[in-house]
């Protein structure tokens, strides 16, 4: 398995989504993957996330390694997916992968095919 790259989230998101996981029955499947990426990461501020930083509300482009394809997506908590264009939860396992990325950074992620290696090309914040 390759290293991890380190992540970073704002306190703000942190808090969101452990209350999720913490009331949230049943738990979505990739639920133990999602706190070990909230317990690896850096923790900062809400006003210290850099622009290039994945977070809840970015707006994402990122390319699956193997096959080129691009995709842009919105980071959201999973009630907002279906009011958000483009809506990707942060308990769905690429929605997990994504988070606290930043732009250049890969990750492996498990697709419901295989693991897909998966890049970050462009972080937008509203």
């Known amino acids: 398995m390759n290293q991890q790259p380190e992540i970073m989230i704002t306190k703000k998101d942190l808090g969101q989504i452990e209350s999720l996981l913490a009331?949230?029955?049943?738990?979505?499947?990739?639920?133990d993957e999602l706190e070990?990426?909230?317990?690896?990461?850096?923790v900062v501020?809400?006003?210290?996330?850099p622009a290039n930083v994945v977070a809840l509300g970015s707006?994402?482009?990122?390319?699956?390694?193997?096959?080129?394809?691009?995709?842009?997506?919105?980071?959201?908590?999973?009630?907002?997916?279906?009011?958000?264009?483009?809506?990707?939860?942060?308990?769905a396992p690429i929605g997990a992968?994504?988070?606290?990325?930043?732009?250049?950074?890969?990750?492996?992620?498990?697709?419901p095919r295989d693991q897909q290696r998966i890049e970050i090309i462009k972080v937008a914040h509203n």
């Open 45 to 49: 501020a809400n006003d210290a996330l």
């Open 97 to 111: 992968a994504i988070l606290g990325l930043s732009e250049g950074q890969q990750i492996d992620w498990d697709s």
């Open 36 to 42: 070990g990426e909230l317990a690896r990461a850096n």
């Open 23 to 31: 009331t949230t029955k049943p738990l979505p499947d990739c639920a």
């Open 59 to 91: 707006k994402v482009t990122f390319k699956i390694i193997a096959t080129g394809a691009t995709f842009t997506k919105v980071l959201c908590l999973p009630s907002d997916v279906s009011q958000i264009d483009e809506g990707i939860s942060v308990f």
